[in-house]
């Protein structure tokens, strides 16, 4: 796999899969970025260039512990946009990735083409995320066979009484079967001085990226899964909301991995927002 090296010396990887036009794409967790694989197939619409957040996949463990910070990777991603020599870049967040994808707009926006926030997390933005609206999202899922347990155990955690993350899994995807366990499974994150430090004290400053997103010439795309637990269309939408250019789309039967709910129409849907405006 391919490496560059960030400000501060840390070795960082990226995988490259595709034809077509770069597009770079951070993963969530912090997480190996091979939970993603190609995106349901965009990969035959684009160059995906997956990076490896620093401390997940094969990049390297930085010396620095606070350096795993959301604010402090803004600078591994443009790293990776000056190691590319694209003056400019399509770029995808997923997750907790769209918080990185978020600040690195805020920070960069002359070098971002079109952003594509999928079932991204809010927290850069400060959008605040209800119990009562993960219940909510929740209650669609009653017919599932799981229903029971696993909103059960969702109450406990929005109430505040511990709960078990492993038992709610399934409000994650569209459909709980084989494939997606295995894709559960597979996509914990392993780092967690990574995780713990993604979002450590300073990692946001929500009035000012709201502030420089305001006046962000780029075209957004934000796609929220009709079951996101995680992300619920809702917050989605209010997040669409502090762009002054934004589509929403709302996939439906979709949870988190959109891609897996429904490759043809998430890779559609992706691959035509970042068509336009492209000679």
């Not at 512990?65 to 000056?82: G, H, I």
């Amino acid at each position: 796999m391919p490496t560059f090296t960030a400000p501060d010396g840390t070795l960082l990887s990226y995988r490259a899969t595709g034809t077509g036009a770069p597009l770079v794409c951070l993963p969530g967790g912090p997480a190996d970025s091979a939970y993603l694989g190609d995106l349901g197939g965009l990969s035959t619409h684009r160059r995906l260039i997956v990076l490896d957040l620093r401390g997940t996949g094969r990049s390297a463990v930085p010396e620095d512990p606070s350096s795993y910070r959301c604010d402090r990777l803004v600078a591994d991603v443009e790293a990776l946009r000056t190691h590319l020599g694209l003056p400019r870049i399509d770029l995808l967040g997923h997750s907790a990735g769209a918080n990185l994808a978020t600040q690195y707009a805020a920070r960069h926006p002359d070098s971002v083409r079109r952003l594509a926030l999928v079932t991204p997390g809010t927290r850069a933005v400060d959008i605040p995320i209800t119990g009562r609206t993960r219940r909510e999202v929740a209650r669609l899922r009653a017919g599932e066979p799981w229903f029971p347990a696993a909103f059960a155990a969702l109450e406990e955690i929005t109430e505040g009484r511990g709960g078990d993350w492993e038992a709610v899994a399934p409000f994650f995807y569209g459909r709980w079967d084989a494939a997606a366990q295995r894709h559960h499974a597979a996509g914990r994150p392993d780092n967690e001085e990574a995780v713990a430090g993604f979002g450590a004290e300073g990692a946001f400053t929500p009035q000012a990226t709201r502030a420089a997103l305001g006046a962000l010439e780029a075209p957004a795309l934000l796609l929220a899964g009709e079951f996101d637990l995680n992300s619920p269309p809702e917050a989605v939408a209010r997040f669409a909301e502090l762009f002054p250019d934004a589509a929403l789309t709302v996939q439906p039967g979709a949870g988190h991995y959109p891609w897996l709910d429904d490759a043809d129409r998430f890779t559609a849907a992706v691959a035509a927002f970042l068509a336009q405006g492209r000679a």
